[in-house]
Nanobody, 126 residues
Framework: QVQLVESGGGVVQAGGSLRLSCVAS????????VGWFRQSPGKERAFVAA????????NYADSVKGRFTISRVNAKTTVYLQMSSLKPEDTAVYYC???????????????????WGQGTQVTVSS
């Protein structure tokens, strides 16, 4: 089992930055693919970024490439999402998610992630 807790959300002006954290517990987390997704009111939960167990492989949605960076540190138990040049359209609840052990693809499909955090709100004002 993997338990995920996100933090770091808040209100920021357009052009600003925020860093989200996802702290995990559970013995198998260090071997899993971890992703970030986001959901705005009335919209589907959408893929943002993912990283492999070693943090060396990454995958980003086109909408955030060049602005967001996913990283994995602290013996692989913490995953960050550094968000820069934020836009009002980045406003959403951001969720951390983990794939099952043994699944190595940096999937952008929410159905392929078994474990989810409770989410953290990010609001970007114009």
């Amino acid at each position: 089992q993997v338990q995920l807790v996100e933090s770091g959300g808040g209100v920021v002006q357009a052009g600003g930055s925020l860093r989200l954290s996802c702290v995990a517990s559970g013995s198998t987390f260090s071997n899993t693919v971890v992703g970030w997704f986001r959901q705005s009111p009335g919209k589907e939960r959408a893929f943002v970024a993912a990283t492999g167990w070693d943090g060396d492989r990454t995958n980003y949605a086109d909408s955030v490439k060049g602005r967001f960076t996913i990283s994995r540190v602290n013996a692989k138990t913490t995953v960050y999402l550094q968000m820069s040049s934020l836009k009002p359209e980045d406003t959403a609840v951001y969720y951390c998610a983990a794939r099952p052990v043994g699944k190595f693809t940096l999937s952008n499909l929410r159905s392929e992630y078994d474990y989810w955090g409770q989410g953290t709100q990010v609001t970007v004002s114009s």
